[in-house]
Nanobody, 120 residues
Framework: QLVESGGGLVQAGGSLRLSCAASGRTFGNYAMGWFRQAPGKEREFVAVISASGGTTYYADSVKGRFTISRDNAKNTVYLQMNSLKLEDTAVYYC???????????????WGQGTQVTVSS
């Protein structure tokens, strides 16, 4: 089970940190990704971190502004979002996959999502 938290309303240029807490004993076996879906748009990839936490990959739209990290001792993955833009408004989902940088179809578990709204 994956549970996201940390979403909310923030002004453009501000920051938020999302958290995703996982239950179970095999968290460290999974690559963890963040995805987002804006109203009327398809879900899109945001960032992914390898099972060990040693490798990360970002969508071009968030590179340099967002940072993904994980704490395997706490079964938690984070998404630090800085310099937020209006277009970052979306529901953000975390997901777990046994394949690093695999397509969305390879993610086996998904959270329920947390809303991030960026205002002007």
């Amino acid at each position: 089970q994956l549970v996201e938290s940390g979403g909310g309303l923030v002004q453009a240029g501000g920051s938020l940190r999302l958290s995703c807490a996982a239950s179970g004993r095999t968290f460290g076996n999974y690559a963890m990704g963040w995805f987002r879906q804006a109203p009327g748009k398809e879900r899109e990839f945001v960032a992914v971190i390898s099972a060990s936490g040693g490798t990360t990959y970002y969508a071009d739209s968030v590179k340099g502004r967002f940072t993904i990290s994980r704490d395997n001792a706490k079964n938690t993955v984070y998404l630090q979002m800085n310099s937020l833009k209006l277009e970052d408004t979306a529901v953000y989902y975390c997901a777990a996959s046994l394949i690093f940088r695999g397509p969305a179809s390879t993610y086996l578990y998904w959270g329920q999502g947390t809303q991030v709204t960026v205002s002007s």
